[in-house]
Nanobody, 122 residues
């Protein structure tokens, strides 16, 4: 599976961005899809994940109520709608695919996209 993330950019605090991640291959609908982020000097951290059918969704506490993850299996695409952005949301955002458990663990994801930069100015 190859993943291509896009949609990052520079936005003012309180603004919104929508990230997209397109996957290659015909097995997209069998993977848990996740979004992670990594700020300079910090470890990569979990943001959100969605089950293969979309029926189960998980969020980090820091983004709950502001971010929404969704997927379109017909388009092999997972989205991350980010609202009410804060300067502390500034990071490189990565999409990832997992064929195993541990939806919030970096090590549970076998495939990673290249990352897209999100910068939130105060």
């Amino acid at each position: 599976v190859q993943l291509q993330a896009s949609g990052g950019g520079l936005v003012q605090a309180g603004g919104s961005l929508r990230l997209s991640c397109v996957a290659s291959g015909r097995t997209f609908s069998s993977y848990v899809m996740g979004w992670f982020r990594q700020a300079p000097g910090k470890e990569r951290e979990f943001v959100a994940a969605i089950s293969p059918s979309g029926g189960m969704i998980y969020y980090a506490n820091s983004v709950k109520g502001r971010f929404t993850i969704s997927r379109d299996n017909a388009k092999n695409t997972v989205y991350l709608q980010m609202n009410s952005l804060k300067p502390e949301d500034t990071a490189v955002y990565y999409c990832a695919a997992s064929n195993s458990g541990g939806y919030n663990l970096v090590g549970a994801y076998e495939y990673w996209g290249q990352g897209t930069q999100v910068t939130v100015s105060s």
